[in-house]
């Protein structure tokens, strides 16, 4: 019940596209998600979040939509660039403690 | 930079010895969470602090790990009588305030144990 399944686990889009990375929870005390991105080496920075209240949250090119009744999440980049290229998780928290439970990662790579 | 940071970046040690990483948070960030994230893999929660307490350790945590956060501003992780399975990232995040606040992550400390 823990757990956050991300897919892909790899995902190739050309330049200009459209980048759809999927999460599915299966604990509905989770009630905050976040997704970050993370380079090589480097920490995971954080892109966007969004709470189980509103279905959907733009943020630039970085959209997330949220399906309540389908315990599912996503994260849309419109117009991806070549500096989108990295790794993308997903992750939830509860109110109870805030400890990040995160997905498995998807490495994405924007072909130029 | 007022980012958080964590020292040493990378740290390459012999089975069965001791190592230590610290963390130093954002300036006003109460909170104060570690993490391991081993090779294609998302990070696991290992600890937090809300300031100077300890709130939560993931079972992770052998007793080999200890972590602390004297006065409620830097934090250490240490590992005792390493093992090779310790091999990872440990990232250290924190954050403000009581709720989901953003948690805002170091650049990592990646362990290397032979």
């Known amino acids: 019940q823990q757990q956050v399944k991300q897919s892909p686990q790899s995902l190739i889009v050309q330049k200009g596209g459209i980048s759809i990375i999927n999460c599915a929870y299966e604990n509905t005390a989770f009630d905050y998600f976040p997704w970050y991105q993370q380079f090589p080496g480097k920490g995971p920075a954080l892109l966007i979040a969004?709470?189980?209240d509103v279905s959907e949250k733009k943020e630039g090119r970085f959209t997330i939509s949220f399906n309540k009744s389908a315990k599912q999440f996503s994260l849309h980049i419109m117009d991806s660039q070549p500096g989108d290229s990295a790794t993308y998780f997903c992750a939830a928290s509860m109110d109870s403690n805030y400890q990040l439970i995160w997905g498995a990662g998807t490495k994405l790579i924007i072909k130029p | 930079d007022t980012g958080v940071s964590q020292d040493p970046r990378h740290k390459i040690t012999k089975r069965g010895q001791n190592v230590t990483f610290r963390c130093d948070p954002i300036s006003e960030h109460n909170r104060l969470y570690w993490y391991r994230q081993t090779l294609g893999q998302g990070p696991e929660f290992l600890t937090y602090f809300q300031n100077e307490a300890q709130l939560e350790k993931s079972r992770l945590l052998s007793d080999r790990f200890s972590a602390e956060r004297p006065k409620g501003s830097f934090s250490t992780l240490e590992i005792q009588r390493t093992e090779q399975g310790d091999s990872a990232m440990y990232l250290c995040a924190s954050s403000w305030g009581r709720g989901h606040y953003e948690q805002y992550f170091g650049p990592g400390t990646r362990l290397t144990v032979t």
């Open positions: 969004i709470r189980p």
